[in-house]
């Protein structure tokens, strides 16, 4: 599965972006997607997933009640989105997704994209 994650850019704190991660190769379908950030001299945090299972998802702390991650599993789409508002400069970072059997820990994920950066200027 490779994996094209796409939408970062500058934005002002409290305004929104929308990420999105396609898949080419194959359909992740069968798989988790997570997102990942990684800030600079950070290691690289868990951010939110959705499981293979519709309804179930899973947020940092940190972003919860501003960040929804969603999936869009038609074949031509084939696209998970994180939709991200009320961002604030502490979420500038690279942005990763990533498709596996987990959920949260980076280690659980197998395939990951080449990561979008996202920056919040105060």
């Known amino acids: 599965v490779q994996l094209q994650a796409s939408g970062g850019g500058l934005v002002q704190a409290g305004g929104s972006l929308r990420l999105s991660c396609g898949a080419s190769g194959r359909t992740f379908t069968t798989y988790a997607v997570g997102w990942f950030r990684q800030a600079p001299g950070k290691e690289r945090e868990f951010v939110a997933a959705?499981?293979?299972?519709?309804?179930?998802?899973?947020?940092a702390d940190s972003v919860k009640g501003r960040f929804t991650i969603s999936r869009d599993n038609a074949k031509i789409t084939n696209t998970v989105y994180l939709q991200m508002n009320s961002l604030k400069p502490e979420d500038t970072a690279v942005y990763y997704c990533?498709?596996?059997?987990?959920?949260?820990?980076?280690?659980?994920?197998?395939?990951w994209g080449q990561g979008t950066l996202v920056t919040v200027s105060s």
């Open positions: 990533a498709a596996g059997p987990g959920l949260t820990g980076v280690n659980e994920y197998d395939y």
């Open positions: 959705i499981g293979r299972s519709v309804g179930s998802t899973y947020y």
